[in-house]
């Protein structure tokens, strides 16, 4: 009955690899979205989904690519990855409710690139 | 330059002793919330506040959203350990996106 859900969660690959991290919800939630947290735990927002549909793409490098295959997942491809791409990226949810945006958090994948 | 100032960063307390962890902006939300984040797992959203001057109680915890809302403040009475964590707030500009403070981490001993 897991809410968000995430896989893997731990990832540990070579620089230069692709990888892709799964996201589920099962809430019902319109808006996805993908985060990344650093090692000091600031927590920033990477891109966001609506029924599909991208409505936030952060200033976040080209080898990352979101794929939405319907509005209960969101997937994130990393290509060529880099050492400054070891993190921990968490999926959240949020059912629209004007200007609050309550946010429901996988548990996230923490990335380490060798 | 962050958006939303925590303060303080880092906060190691006894049981029993109460806390106030405090999210400052020089801008304007729609709405505040807080989340709680234990090791290894996702931040679990605690409460939110949407109307200036806003006050809500869970439990030990009161949060406050300033009368402006540019600002906000967590509140815990005799805290326990199981209150140990990263607590964030975070801020809507009636927008579809969050931003995020820097994050308060407490430890509280027994």
């Known amino acids: 009955d897991t809410a968000v859900s995430q896989t893997p969660k731990y990832l540990v690959t070579q620089m230069g690899n692709d990888k892709s991290i799964k996201c589920e919800q099962n809430l019902g939630h319109d808006t996805m979205y993908w985060y990344k947290q650093d090692s000091k735990k600031f927590l920033k927002i990477m891109f966001s989904y609506n029924n599909k549909e991208l409505i936030i793409n952060e200033t976040v490098p080209n080898r990352f690519s979101p794929k939405s295959p319907d509005k209960a997942h969101l997937n994130l491809h990393i290509n060529s990855l880099e050492l400054g791409d070891s993190a921990v990226y968490f999926c959240?949810?949020?059912?629209?409710?004007?200007?609050?945006?309550?946010?429901?958090f996988g548990p996230g994948t923490r990335l380490t690139v060798l | 330059t962050q958006l939303l100032e925590q303060s303080p960063q880092f906060l190691s307390i006894q049981e029993g002793e109460n806390l106030t962890v405090y999210c400052n902006s020089s801008?304007?939300?729609?709405?505040l919330q807080w989340y709680r984040q234990e090791p290894g797992e996702g931040p679990v959203l605690l409460v939110t506040?949407?109307?200036?001057?806003e006050v809500k109680k869970l439990k030990r915890l009161t949060f406050q959203f300033g009368d402006a809302r540019k600002d906000s403040s967590l509140h815990i009475t005799a805290a326990q350990p199981g209150d140990t964590g990263l607590y964030l707030c975070?801020?809507?500009?009636?927008?579809?996106?969050?931003?995020f403070g820097a994050g308060t981490i407490l430890r509280v001993k027994s």
């Open positions: 801008s304007v939300f729609s709405s």
């Open positions: 975070a801020g809507s500009q009636y927008g579809n996106k969050l931003v």
């Open positions: 506040v949407v109307t200036g001057g």
């Open positions: 959240a949810s949020s059912q629209e409710r004007p200007q609050v945006y309550e946010q429901f």
